[in-house]
Every structure is written in structure tokens, then in C-alpha cells.
């Protein structure tokens, strides 16, 4: 029996000591694929990249729902009114009482974060990469520092001086430092310019989903505009506008199809017969309207010969009231295929670009022809402006009846402009000058003392 | 043999080693058997065993040595045979045990009598080993079925609730199917998510990650939590261990304490059958103090006029008209306060022989919402156990297996929170036709959310076979197989009927979203037990080995748009399909583990456990940990100067314990770098997304235990109190360290050089005040001190915790702002600027802090019985600071119900009010103002109660009426008073603005025969 026992211990003993070097080694789950493995193949490395405009489309500042900058920035400022719940973040936005735990502002911020992160950790891959062919590597690296440069760009235009993450070591990332709004700029233009010569002329699908050389040197004008660097702006817009690729539509209701010729880029949708949610978030049919509504200020500026008051514009009466909605996209069902994507440049914003840096030039006949190849477009005669400064206001008004709800062109104008405080400070009863920069978020000034301080009047 | 098929080859070799030994020890020891000397003469006992001259029934008559057994019959008769000089033992649960030697008499009867010191005489659990009440070295506190049995609860965590010290649980929501947070000494762990206890069923550890989406668990405060699946009618006991000695042999997971959950056994005896049937009906406990439509509407009118707007817009619709200034509903009452009925059955058989018994039972449950509409909530559950023992008690089996399948149907969200704010001149919820009232597209109807459904389905089954074969007198080998087995699946349903039709939404937009979660996981545990006396001491051996694996397994998915809103619980039928997640997961882990138990004459004990472990949550090179710890206990009373002269002390020990035990609660797979498909899709290929910031370097939390502890009896045991006092420390945490969202991330898995101390003091008194032929009285009361406080954080000025903790304050603490009231001139509430930067700004003017653990909590039952009748009370206390109400509640002024007391708000320069001018969300200052307050030191109050936690009656109907067959009814009340200064609904929530818990009432009756 002794021996029985000893047997016993013994196989016991060795036994598990034989199987323990092993048992709690697990290997990698079906569902995760390791770092390095991704940056081996293409159809993966295109998944790393693509997913990063998946998270554009669907969260924070470039989202088309009722918490992105269209619609944010747009109660934000002048060209949405809100009718939904008080307890809606939406409905703070619109007050311009937004505090640094509101959620939204927190969102957007982490957002950003996030889709950056992913892009400097799709640049590390690549660079790790043996397997990948240089062009694949060119053409993805492009599109992350695209990417990585329009996201600290609005960044940059919302929050004011923040840090611009260029790694993936948390580390670094996690005490990282504000710079300033010049430095910042000067990341962007340097990563834009750097994108600009990897990218390629052409569209690598045929949709326009992914980037071009177009889209950073239309981005690139973006940023010389807004600050001042008007020769830049020209050279870079008119670089965008000579590519015949581009054609303005004539049909208004061509502009937001995703077959439109005047898209520089669009979000492709998470699903084939998927439509944008841009739609779903204006467009009602009763009133009053359950969420957001045109603001009447706005609705009005459209003249009767306007086209785009007729085909960008919804309305619906009951015997109470009118109520318009931004009608530029109308699938708000699904379709049997994809009809409409969110635009995010196009190639209308590049001629008001130009004829705006072109006035400040004193090339008043081009700034002309440029706006009213705009002007034109929406049924109205020739501009009447004459003077520099006439023709930069009609470019403005132009801007504003262009871009309404689309990522929140007409706040960013009225900053850039410093019109911002005369022209919210009448249309918003609760605008105040500290309402320029949003606050930053709560959790972020705890989770990294060196954020401080807070923007003022938060 | 599934199970080792699971393990791969390389396993299955050492498995089929131990499994072929398993069954050679028996036959070798056949041999062994026939070889002994008999050298005592065989004889035949016989008897009768009784109390108060009435036959005993399953009475367990055991002869020590030879082991053969015996249980007496119904007329209480009782024979065996035994080798003379054997010593027979007489047991059975509450009375005293007898021990008798065999002198050659062949007729022995005994007569029973009742335990007084019943409490040194119960054996507690203590998982891997059983021991004495009054010889355990660590803390165990134990629940039995006698006071589960007493509540009408569906969820076993709600019976333990006010039941035991230093046990806090915290009931999350009254929706049916919503779980509880429950927290054994305090919080350990920094990371929110890694104080969850290990609970072990049975021997099988179960585990509590939450099985809900994020996508599907709507209706509730938090993630579906998988413990709704154990059925708390098929348990027999619930044994917390709170200490090192209790808890070091389960190493590292018994960091947060062990939840050990032992279901019933079926027992020797005439076989028994039993069916009871209840029915009863819940109701919200207690309703806000919310404005009516006068206090609302001058509200809102006054907010216009504070934000100088005299024409009122629009979209104002309560005021301007719209809405019909003189209607009022209660909300609350529309809209949770209904009834909620509930149902229940059950049935039992269990009976056997002295070496074969078996248990089966069956349960039922049903219980429908507070909330309109019709919701079900439903729970059915089988049970069973067949023991046996060969002939000479040398090898034993044991089966047992619970299946639980739940159905539950609810509206998507809790309607609380609309509840309470909705407006109280809002219009009536359905039209004169009878349809939902959208008011022509003025009011979100809150109905139209029942049209959207939360559903789950889900099977459970939990089982474990637990051989063991005595291989020398004293040396027992015996193993566990576990095996559990999860199937769940939650639904959202989201239809185009919830919406007002005016919007024109149709089938196309409606939604469904699916949860489908597997779980599996089995564990092996070969042990070896050894018990001998050498001279004076007893000594216990104990050595073991674990083997589990879990497998998870999840798919999330959405189905769009549908031909028709009646195909929207068919996925095929969307006519977009998206698959949000679809992730698959191994938990390794594998142990050894010993204990060394000595007993020096039931007086000087000491305890020894150790266990080393291995996780595969850890990477390579770190995921091996050794923990142990040491317990001894003295038990004064038995020395010789006390044991014969003492009267009044009946029982004294004191008992202390010291050790580590460790905690790998972080997930799988967090020490990797890899991509994952983050379920969006792009150009038509789905994305890969980094799935975690991944730290290949993090490693175990250890958490160091120290306890020291009074037990003393006096006057027999009739008044028993225990008091301990312990300290544990959480070191080297682990915890998901927040990160700002620069670094694309909310958080990575790393060791923080922090430590965390929990201490607290313990008090448990049970006092037998009345002690009759027919009527008794006992007490029970409990009560828990606890303190936690971060002892240590190097650079926590420099981390992302600098503005959340404070060193020598507790964990759970907020930094607030500091209010100084209402302004008399502003009218805006006011806050001290700390840093005097004219601004008040987080986080340099958050410098208050308010701790939110509880100070001190327990519970007072007293028990009565005469004759047939037993009443029983529970009192469950929470002394504690929470967050108000005004948190739920919308911003004074703003189109929002509030508290009717927030009437009271300034009205002019010079007024000083309690609350703040109301504005309608135009005055950024007023808004900036309020939402300061909400995290000011004014929003934090007492959210301290007693409440009647239980009572039940149960009168059994005299033997004389009802003949052979036995008769119990009983009525069983859950919350029923509630008595608390707090000043919003309920005191007792996890996050606040969800259903409170229900106050249930049921009528029972339960037959046995």
C-alpha cells in the first residue's frame, strides 16, 4: 500500500511539474491578429488604414450623427436651432454653454485621439515592415500623415493649443504638452506637404473613398487660408482646380451623389445600400421638428433665385408653423445600393479658397471669376462686388450658403475672420468672447496635469 | 472524457495517468483489505433513537473505525453491525452529538438532545476542506438555506444582503434580471472592475465577467451579469471567507474574498417530497418629491424672465400653451408604478440509503414589471445530487448539476429616468382612440419605448463530480470535475413604431442587436488528504493540484432595416447586416496548492495554506506567483483554569491569521500587441483596429491579510459574540491606468506602485434570549466598521490619478468643489476659489473631498417561534454619503421636472435662497453654476438607512391535522419599510436614475410528505 502511495506522489508530483512549463501558455485568439502580422500583408495593412476612416465616419468631430462638428459646430453657431430635450449635450451647444465635463467635448477629443493613434501606429508598421511593397508603404504613409494632419487640424481650431502626437509610446503620449497654434500649424503643413508628395494622383478605388495628392494640397490651401498666406492658398487651390478630374456639377442635386465629379473625398458607408447619416440626423417630415431645424436667419439669406434655397433646403408646413432642414443629402432609408457618402472636400470650397486669397492679392478679376463660377452654379447672375473688400464679404456670404452643415465651415469663417463676437454676440444670447475655443475635457486636465491651464472663461 | 479532449494530447497523457491510478487504488487496495487481521468479534446493534420520547428520523449512526453506517428509520430504528469496543457516533444537524462504545450489548437506544452550543457543533465550508465552527482558524461567514429560504429573491446575493459582517452588497436595479455590486472588506483594487470576488459553486469556479453588451444591456446600470443563473432555492449554504487563512488557498484570486456557494445534497432517510407554490407582488418603495404642475410651470416662466425673454419660443411647449397648463400626472406612478406579480414553484424528491442518496428538484419563477406594458421575467431551473459510498465508506462519488434557463423580456430602457422628468403637465400618454399620443409632434411619448424590447435568453449548467477513495486509514485521495456551460443571448430591438409616425421613420430604419455569448470551462482537482493523530496533536494534510480552462466566446451583431417591423427578431431578414464583434477567448490556469492543519487537543490550532499559481493573463515569464498564508487560533476556554470554573464563559477563543493572496482580474490577452476586426467596415473590407496599448511587463497584485480575532460564548453559548479586527494591503496594483485620451486610449493593464489599506472591525452577536418548550427567541445582529485609505502612491502628483486621490483618504473619495451657497446678489451658486484665480475652475478648485464607502453597516434579526409559528425580521442599516438626487434631475429652469423642494430657489438681489436662480439654459453662467454644484460637496448628502429588509411568517399546521402529510404557510416580505433621510428615491444604488429596488410581498405554502 506504501508503495501504492509513493507511485502515487511521485507521478503526481512529476506529472503536473511536466505539464506546468506549458498548460497556462495560450495562444493568440482567432479574432487578433499580432502587430507585425498586419504590416505583412496588404489587404490587412489597407484594413489597419481604412479603419481609421471608419472611425472618422462614425465618431467625434468628422461624424455626420447629431453629435458631430456638422451639426454641433452648426447649433454652435448660427445655422441650426435646437428643439430636442434640455438633457441633449446638443442642446448646451447650442446655448454656447458648454463646461469641460460636457460629454461631447470629451468625445471629440478622445475620438480624435484615437483615429490619431491609429495612424501613427499604422506609420510604425509600416516602417517595421520587410514584406510590403514600397508603393503599398508610399501610398498608406500618405494617408496617414493626411489623416494625422486634418485631425489636429480641427483640433487645433476647436480646443486652440493642443498637443500634436506624432508616436504611439504612451509614455510620452500620456504627459504630453500643449504647443502652440502656430507650431501646431506648422506640424500640419509639414505632414500635409510630406503626404502630398507620397500620395497618388489618382484614386486608388474609383469612389473616391480613400485620399489623393489632391486632398492634401486642397487641405494644405485650407491651412494657408485660414492663415493668410494668401499666395500659398492660391497656388495650392489652383493645383486642385487645373486637375480635370474635377468638374462642378451643374445639377445641385448631383453635388452630395457619390458619383458626384466635384468630390475631392468622401466617408464610403460601413455597409453597401447604407446611406449617410447626415440624412437621417436633418431631414424630418412634421413639424415641429424633432431634433434640429434650419435657422430662420439663415433660411432667409437664400434668395428666391438661389437654387440651392429649393434643392438644399426642405420644408415642412403644418398650420402652426414652417420648419426648413438641410436637404443637401435626401436618402435617409437605406437603398439598394449606396446612393449619397459624406463629402468631406470638395472641389467648391477650392474656388472660394482662391477667389478670397486672390482678392487679398488684388487679382480682383480672378477672385471674380472664381466666385461666380459659384454663384453661376446656383442660378444667381454675376457678382456686383467691386472693391477687395466687397468681393472677400461676397466670398464669405457665398461660403456660408455653400457649407452650411458641413463640418462647421461658417464657425470656423467668423473665427478666422474675427467676425466671430460681433456676428454670435447678436445672434446668440448666451455667445461670449471665451466661446472661441472650447474647454478641454475634464478627464483629460485630471489624467495629465500637463494640459494646464484650462482655456480661459471654463 | 470530453473533458480531456479539450486538453490536447500532450494533457491527456498525464490525465490518463492519474485517471488509470484513480481506478487501480481501488483494486489494489481490494487486496489489502482481505489481508487484515480480525482480531474483535462482530456484532449486530439495534436501537431506537429518539427525542422527547418522539422517534428521530435520518439520524446518522456511525461506528468509528470500521466505518459501516447506519440511519435510522421513520419509527426511529437504527441497526448495523459493528466489532465490539468500536465506538458508535450519533449525529444529525441541531443536536448534540453522542458518542457511545460498543460493549457487547446488542441493543442500544439513545435519546437526542438538543444543541444549545448548535453553533460550535456546524461544520462551515471552507472550501477545499471542511472544518468546526469553533476550531477554524480564519474568518467564515456562512448564510444557510433556513434564512435563504425566508426571502423572496430571485438573485442569491440579494439573501445575504444586512446578513453578514463585513460583507456590503448593493442591490443596482429593481428590473428583474439587474445584478448587485457586492464588496467583501472594502475596495482592494484601484481599477473599478477588479473587486469582484471569486465564487466558486459546488468546487467549480464561476466566473462573474459580465456576459451583457454594451449594445443590449440597456435596461440596466450595467453590463448583464451571469450570477442571475444560480438559483438561490437550490442552496444549501453561502460561505463568504474573508481572511488569508480562509482565503490564501485560493491564491491568487482570493484577493476580494470567495464567494463559496454549496448547493443542497440529497439526504438519507424515507424518501421526501416537497412542493411549495408563492405568489406575491412588488412595488417601487419609495417615489421622489418632484414638483406638480404649479411649482413646474412657475418654474419655467420665471426661468424666461431671469433670461429676459418675454415671448416664449416655440419649441417651449409646456409653457407657451401647447401643452395645457392645468393638467398634471405623476409620472411616476404612470410610469413605474405599477405591480409586479410574481410567481413561483417548486418541488423536490430526495431521500436514499444509507450508502446511495439522491436529491432532484425543480423551480419555477415568474415575475412581471412595475412598468406598463407586458414584460415577463421568467426562470426555470433543475437541480440534482446522487451521492454514494461503497459498503465499507472506502470510496465515495458524488454528482451534482444545476441546469437554469432564464427568459426575460423588458422594455429596452428603464423608464425611470424619463419619469422623473418629464415635464408634469406633459399630455396624456394615449389618445382618445387609444393610440399613443404624440401630441402632434410635441412630446416624445415615453411609451413609445415599450415598442423597443430588451430580451435575453440563457442556459446554464453547472456541474461537478467529486470522487474520493480512501486509501489508508486517515490518507484519502479524491478529485473535483468541473464543468460549466453558458449559452446567452440578449436582444435589442429597436422597431420604427417607437417613434412618433409623424417622422415618417419606417421598417427600413428599424434595428436589431444581437448578443450571443458561450462560456465553458472546466477544472480538474486531484487532492491528497491526510489525518492522523500523533500523541496529542491532530494533525490535517492536505495537497492539491487545479487544472481549468475557460473558453468565451462572443459575436455582437446588428441587423438594419427590415421588410417589415414583425421580422425584427429575425436577423436574416435585416436587410443590412453589420457584425460588431466577434471574439473568442482562453483563460488558463493552474495551481498547487497545500494546506498543514494542527491541532493540539481542540485548543492550540494552527493552520498553514499555501498556493502557487499560474495564469496565462500574464505574459511569459510572469505567470507563475506563489501566496500563502498562516492561521492559529487558541481556544482559552478549554484550559484547565477555565474549562471546570467558569460558568458564565461557555466558549472563548482567540484567533489570528497573516498572508498574501493575489488578484488576476484583468481580462485575457492584455500583455499582447495585436490588431483586431473592430466590426466597422470600409470599402468593403472590415477594419482592423489596434486592440489595446499593450505592456508586456505587468504582473501580479499581491494583497497582504492580517486578522486578528475574539470568539467568546457565555452562559452555554446563548450569548455568542465575535469580533475581529483586520488589515489587509493591496500592493504592486494592478489596474488599468487611466491615460489621458492623447495617448488614443482610456487606459493600460500595469503595476502601480501604490498600496491600498482596508481595516475594519467586525461585530457579530447571536443571543438565544427566550428559551422554551414552545417558544424561543434569538438575535442576530452584525455590524461592520471599515476604513480604506491609500497608504502609499509614489509620483501621484505627476500620474493621471493626481486629481483623483488623495494619500491617507480613501479610495472611493470625490474632490469637489467647495459650495458657499447661493450668491444674494447673483443668485448663482457660489464656490470657494481655492488657488484665488478669480475663476472657478477644475481641478485646483476641487479641493474638498467626501468619502462615498460606507462608514458602517450590518444588520438586527431577531427570530421567534412558538410552537408551529415562526416570525422573523431582519433590519438591514447603511450609514454612507452618496450623491443627491439633483444629479438625475435635469437643470433647474430647463424644460425638465425637479424636486418640488428646488421650488425655493433666489428670486431677487438680497434673497438668501437654497438653490440657484433658474434659467432656461441661456445664462452660461447659471449653467457653469449648477453643474459646479453637482460636483461640489452640496451635492453629496447622507444616503444612510435602516430598512425592514425581511420578515417572514411561517406557520407549520399541527401533525394532528394534517396526518402524514406536512404543512407550511407562510408569508414573505423583501423591503418593506424603508426609513432614511434621503431626500430622492431610493438610498440604495450603484448609479442613481435607475428602478430602485422592489418591496415584494408573497403568500406561500409548502407541502411535504
Known sequence: ?458 | MKIFSLLGYRHLLSYLIYFSLFLCIPLSHAAAIDDRSDQDRDITVSGFVTFQKMPMQGVSIIAKGSGSSAISDADGRYSLTVRIGEVLVVSFIGFKTIEHPVSGLSSISFELEEAVTALNEVTVNAGYYTVKESQRTGSIAKVSSKDIEKQPVTNFLASIQGRMAGVSVTQESGVAGGGFAIQIRGINSLRRDGNAPLYVIDGVPYSSDPIGSAQTSTVLPNLTSPLTNINPADIESIEILKDADATAIYGSRGANGVVLVTTKKGKAGKTRFSASAASGWGHVTRYMDLMDTQQYLSMRRQAFENDGITEYPADAYDVNGTWDPSRYTDWQKELYGGTSQIRSFQSSVSGGSEHTQFLISGNYHSETTVFPGDFLYRKGDVHFNISHASDDRRFKASLSGSYTSQNNRQPWSDLTPVAITLAPNAPSLYDAAGNLNWENGTFTNPLGALAAGYGTKSGNLVSNMLLSYRLLEGLEFKSSFGFTDLNFTETRTMPSTMYDPAFGVTSASSSLFFNNVQRQSWIVEPQLNYQRAFGRVKTELLLGTTFQNQTGARLVERGFGFASNSLIHNLAAANIHIVYGNEQSVYRYQAFFGRVNLNWEDKYILNATARRDGSSRFGPGRQFATFGAIGAAWVFSKEDGLKDNATFLSFGKLRASYGTTGNDQIGDYQYLDTYSLSGHSYQGMGGLEPTRLFNPNFGWESNTKAEMALETGFLDDRIFLTTAYYTNRSSNQLVGLPLPGTTGFNSLQANLDATVENSGLEMTLRTTNIKGRDFNWTTSFNISFLKNRLVSFPGLESSPYANQYVIGQSVNIRKLFQSTGVDPQTGLYGFTDFNGDGVISAPDDRQVTRDLSPEYFGGLQNSFSYKGLAIDFLFQFVKQQNYSSATVLGFPGAPSNNASEVSHSWQQPGDNAPFQQFSTGLNGDAVVAFYNYLESDRAITDASYIRLKNVAITYELPKKWTGVLGCKLSVQGQNLLLFTKYRGADPEFVSSGFLPPLRVITAGIQLTL
Open chain 1, 1 to 458: 500500500m506504501k508503495k501504492t502511495f509513493k507511485i502515487l506522489s511521485a507521478v503526481l508530483i512529476f506529472g503536473t511539474a511536466n505539464s506546468c512549463d506549458n498548460f497556462v501558455d495560450v495562444e493568440l485568439p482567432n479574432s487578433q491578429l499580432s502587430s507585425p502580422a498586419v504590416f505583412a500583408d496588404v489587404a490587412t495593412a489597407n484594413a489597419a488604414m481604412t479603419e481609421i476612416y471608419s472611425k472618422m465616419r462614425d465618431n467625434g468631430m468628422l461624424s455626420g450623427g447629431p453629435a458631430g462638428m456638422s451639426c454641433g459646430m452648426g447649433l454652435y453657431a448660427d445655422e441650426l436651432d435646437f428643439y430636442g430635450d434640455s438633457v441633449n449635450d446638443s442642446f448646451f451647444f447650442h446655448n454656447n454653454s458648454l463646461i469641460a465635463s460636457n460629454n461631447t467635448v470629451a468625445s471629440y477629443w478622445n475620438a480624435a485621439y484615437s483615429q490619431i493613434y491609429g495612424a501613427n501606429a499604422v506609420m510604425e508598421g509600416l516602417a517595421a515592415s520587410n514584406e510590403l511593397p514600397v508603393a503599398v508603404k508610399d501610398v498608406l504613409l500618405g494617408e496617414a500623415l493626411f489623416s494625422r494632419a486634418l485631425v489636429h487640424f480641427y483640433l487645433v481650431n476647436l480646443y486652440g493649443d493642443i498637443p500634436y502626437v506624432t508616436t504611439t509610446d504612451y509614455q510620452l503620449n500620456s504627459t504630453v504638452q500643449r504647443i502652440s497654434t502656430a507650431q501646431a500649424y506648422a506640424n500640419i503643413r509639414q505632414d500635409l506637404e510630406h503626404a502630398a508628395l507620397l500620395l497618388p494622383q489618382d484614386y486608388s478605388v474609383g469612389t473616391r473613398i480613400r485620399p489623393n495628392r489632391s486632398c492634401a494640397r486642397a487641405l494644405l490651401a485650407r491651412l494657408a487660408l485660414y492663415t493668410g498666406a494668401w499666395d500659398e492658398a492660391s497656388n495650392h487651390a489652383s493645383a486642385v482646380l487645373n486637375n480635370t478630374e474635377y468638374v462642378l456639377e451643374g445639377d445641385l442635386d448631383a453635388v452630395f451623389l457619390k458619383e458626384s465629379r466635384s468630390t475631392l473625398w468622401q466617408f464610403g458607408t460601413t455597409a453597401e445600400g447604407r446611406n449617410t447619416d447626415d440624412a437621417q440626423n436633418y431631414i424630418f417630415t412634421a413639424g415641429p421638428p424633432p431634433f434640429v431645424g434650419l435657422n430662420l436667419g439663415l433660411v432667409a439669406l437664400f434668395g428666391p433665385d438661389d437654387l440651392r434655397g429649393s434643392h438644399w433646403i426642405g420644408t415642412v408646413t403644418d398650420g402652426t408653423g414652417t420648419w426648413h432642414y438641410a436637404n443637401k443629402y435626401k436618402q435617409r432609408e437605406n437603398t439598394g445600393s449606396s446612393v449619397e457618402y459624406t463629402v468631406v472636400l470638395r472641389m467648391e470650397e477650392q474656388y472660394l479658397i482662391r477667389a478670397e486669397a486672390r482678392a487679398w492679392q488684388g487679382d480682383l478679376i480672378g477672385a471674380k471669376e472664381d466666385l461666380d463660377a459659384i454663384r453661376l452654379r446656383a442660378g444667381l447672375p454675376p457678382t456686383a462686388a467691386d472693391s477687395a473688400e466687397e468681393i472677400i464679404a461676397a466670398v464669405q456670404l457665398q461660403r456660408r450658403l455653400e457649407f452650411f452643415t458641413e463640418f462647421g465651415h461658417r464657425f470656423f469663417d467668423l473665427k478666422r475672420t474675427g467676425a466671430i463676437d460681433t456676428v454670435l454676440g447678436l445672434a446668440k444670447a448666451g455667445w461670449n468672447p471665451t466661446d472661441k475655443l472650447f474647454p478641454l475635457p475634464l478627464t483629460e486636465l485630471n489624467a495629465n496635469p500637463y494640459l494646464q491651464p484650462q482655456n480661459p472663461g471654463y
